[in-house]
């Protein structure tokens, strides 16, 4: 709900409100966010006092009490007195480069805002908007910051529109998406971070004085740090303490800064990174960033978790398959890498039948050249040497088999070995007069490039219409270097990063509106480009090219903070594994896997009879559980970066009335002290019969816990299924 009163703005959702007022001389104070209050005015704590070398803007006259720097401000300016991040840098003709906004009015709206051209929480009446016009008068800038409002979910999206109203252009430094100023409070930064193979690992640090930040300068989201961040309480745990999410739905350069200033005040700027970002914007002409999203919780980390799941799940994904189940899919790539015909690929098929599996996914190899690493992309034409007759000949073999077929593309990627590459030099990423960077041996088309983009769409679309494919997993390999555009003058090459997600974007709309039960799985060696921008567009992402289930219960713990169960791909392969050479038990890696987009990842023609059993065994499970993966609320029960014995975590139905309990132990010694599980969710009056054996009440079982028995040996592992009586 929104509520505007003497130019005071609050935003209540169920569980929080957020505040903002223009004061006096029109600038836009940020006054509250946290648990649901009334519609008062919030300002009153605000203290206003001269602090030393924090400047006075002209209207204050002689009040040096005021200062824009001192003040918490909601989308904060550069160069006129705030010394904190900027949240705008804007050059005009005249080669300054300030930015000093006052509010200028506003305006409500039912339902949701769009972007063009970005991806967006969307939705219906269950939604409002409101606009809160600022203007920087003296630059001929108009900004216009968005808020989406989706009270049941607690969340609260935010995006800002940049116009150039005057009769010149104006280069834009730096827009960030959100900006959120804390007067006061100890907050600890918690961001998501690790590398290719080893993806969203959670690190706490308190929030020390001065800037500190994640980001990429990749041109994706990156392995390396995530665009979803939170500021909690020292004391914030996963069931009270007060925390904020922020979530950057963008899958480019991304940067979230978190300052401590001198005064003890906080800020958090997140958005596009400055590093080499330049934006021009001629007479009329509008500039508009990613859109943020927030959720505040005022009771730890599972409930902002539940609101992000939900909200994500309901309105950002475009799910070709909503409210049916994922099939469950058989991927060659780690059985045969590039080393396959068709024949070998029936055979790994034909080793599916049988077991459940309803999906054959053929990898990377089956085009072009690409018989290594070192050419063929580009060329999306189908190798018949290995594939005789091509998709028209084996996808209805792998079809007779009872299953659907799909197909790994890397559309954004060109080797210099290539046809392709041949004819189109100058289609790739790079600088003229300078040697171009390789990554995995290939470079990167230029996306910013429409002829680029549009060869791109219809080399994919005489791929899609030659044989009947039901899914694509959509590849990128390597991160973006030598970034410079021949579709862009000298001037505006800043604006090359931006755009070329831009394009990418475009591809994948284009796409999905051609084809649309077309089902996308979004892939960067991994988890590279696992963020909320791509989940608009594709709705499941390979979660990490780490399928060891041991690292995966790490990876899918840390990705579990803001996204939920049914956007990760995991996939179940063979040991010992090629990352870690764990060999742990074909059981323990089906529990891991299960709780993503299920899937097997191995030579299904040469599996034993026991381990086929085994398989048949968890395709079974998941078909019977998918709906708690899919929409239960996903409970992290204890850490795997913790030094315990196990690594627990649960699915509970919407209803409560039934739950998946999945626990892995970790390395066995002798001794083991006795365990048990307090479970999480369930309904404490009512009684669950567990596994179908024993019964306990909800509150039993949430407050002294399920007796854990002793697994002997490293990695086992245990599920439990309980059903409400
Ligand atoms: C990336 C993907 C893998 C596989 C290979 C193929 O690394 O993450 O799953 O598709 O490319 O080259």
């Known amino acids: 709900m929104i509520v505007i009163k003497d130019h005071v703005f609050t935003l209540h959702t169920r569980r929080t409100s957020y505040q903002m007022k223009a004061d006096a001389y029109r600038v836009l104070l940020h006054t509250y ?202 004391d914030a745990a996963e069931d009270h303490g007060l925390c904020y999410g922020a979530m950057l739905l963008y899958s480019g350069n991304f940067e979230a800064a978190a300052e401590r200033t001198h005064l003890e005040n906080n800020r958090l700027v997140m958005g596009i990174n400055p590093y080499h970002f330049c934006y021009t914007l001629a007479p009329g002409e509008a500039f508009t960033t990613p859109e943020a999203a927030l959720v505040c919780s005022p009771d730890g980390f599972a409930p902002m978790t539940h609101q992000y799941h939900r909200a994500i799940r309901e309105h950002l994904i475009r799910d070709p398959l909503k409210g049916t189940r994922r099939p469950v899919l058989i991927n060659n790539w780690e059985a045969t890498e590039f080393h396959f015909d068709a024949e070998k690929l029936v055979e790994i098929a034909q080793g599916a039948v049988g077991l459940g599996i309803e999906m054959f996914v053929m990898d990377d190899g089956w085009f072009g050249s690409r018989d290594t690493d070192l050419s063929g992309l580009g060329d999306w034409s189908v190798n018949l040497k290995k594939l005789p007759g091509g998709l028209e000949a084996l996808v209805p073999r792998i079809q007779a088999l009872g299953m659907k077929f799909g197909l790994w593309v890397e559309p954004e990627m060109v080797s210099e070995d290539s046809a392709l590459y041949r004819a189109h030099p100058d289609w790739a990423l790079g600088v003229p007069g300078r040697p171009q960077t390789r990554g995995r041996s290939q470079l990167v088309l230029d996306f910013t490039r429409e002829d680029v983009r549009d060869y791109i769409c219809k080399a994919m679309c005489q791929v899609l219409d030659s044989a009947d ?36 974007y475009e591809v994948l709309e284009r796409l999905r509106t051609r084809y649309p039960d077309l089902f996308i799985e979004g892939c960067s060696g991994g988890g590279g480009r696992f963020d909320a921008g791509m989940l608009y567009y594709t709705p499941q992402i390979w979660c990490s090219d780490n399928t060891d289930a041991v690292d995966r219960l790490r990876i899918q713990y840390g990705t579990s903070f803001c996204y939920p169960a049914s956007t990760m791909g995991a996939h179940v392969s063979a040991v010992p594994n090629g990352q870690t050479g764990h060999a742990t038990p074909m059981e323990t890696r089906g529990v891991v896997a299960m709780s993503g987009t299920f899937g097997y990842e191995m030579d299904l023609g040469t599996v034993t009879g026991e381990e086929r059993e085994t398989i048949a065994r968890q395709v079974q499970q998941y078909k019977e559980h998918w709906d708690l993966v899919e929409s239960g609320d996903y409970y992290r029960l204890s850490s795997p970066f913790d030094e315990g014995p196990y690594t627990a975590w649960a699915h509970v139905a919407p209803d409560r009335r039934r739950a998946l309990v999945s626990l892995v132990t970790g390395t066995m010694h002798a001794a083991p002290p006795f365990s048990t599980l307090r479970l999480k969710g369930l309904d404490p009056d009512l009684c669950y019969r567990v596994n179908g054996k024993e019964s306990y009440r909800g509150d039993v079982l949430m407050q002294v816990g399920y007796p854990v028995p002793i697994l002997l040996n490293d990695y086992q592992s245990m599920q439990l299924v309980l059903e409400a009586e």
């Open 33 to 234: 966010y946290g648990a649901r209050v009334g519609d008062a005015d919030l300002s009153y704590p605000i203290r206003y006092a001269d602090r030393g070398f924090s400047p006075n803007p002209s209207e204050a006259g002689d009040w040096r009490e005021y200062s824009l720097d001192t003040l918490p401000q909601e989308y904060s300016s550069c160069g006129v007195g705030d010394y904190r991040i900027p949240s705008l840098e804007l050059e005009p003709q005249d080669g300054s480069h300030l930015a000093d906004l006052r509010c200028i009015g506003y305006e409500r709206r039912s339902g949701k805002y769009a972007l063009e051209g970005l991806p967006a929480f969307f939705g219906g009446e269950e939604w409002e908007t409101l606009v809160v016009f600022l203007e920087d008068a003296a630059a001929h800038v108009g900004v216009e910051l968005y808020y989406g409002v989706l009270e049941e979910r607690d969340l609260i999206t935010r995006a800002v529109r940049v116009v150039n109203k005057g009769d010149k252009p104006v280069r834009l430094r730096r827009a960030a998406s959100l900006c959120l100023d804390f007067d006061g409070g100890d907050w600890d930064f918690v961001t998501f971070d690790g590398c290719h193979v080893m993806e969203r690992c959670p690190h706490r640090t308190p929030l020390r004085h001065g800037v500190q930040s994640v980001g990429s300068v990749r041109g994706t989201s990156s392995h390396h740090h995530n665009p979803f961040v939170m500021l909690c309480a020292h």
């Open 469 to 504: 494919i039901s899914y694509i997993k959509w590849d990128m390999n390597r991160s973006l270097s030598d970034v410079w555009s021949a579709a862009l003058p000298p001037d505006r090459q800043g604006e090359a990063y931006h755009r070329y997600v831009l394009g990418l």
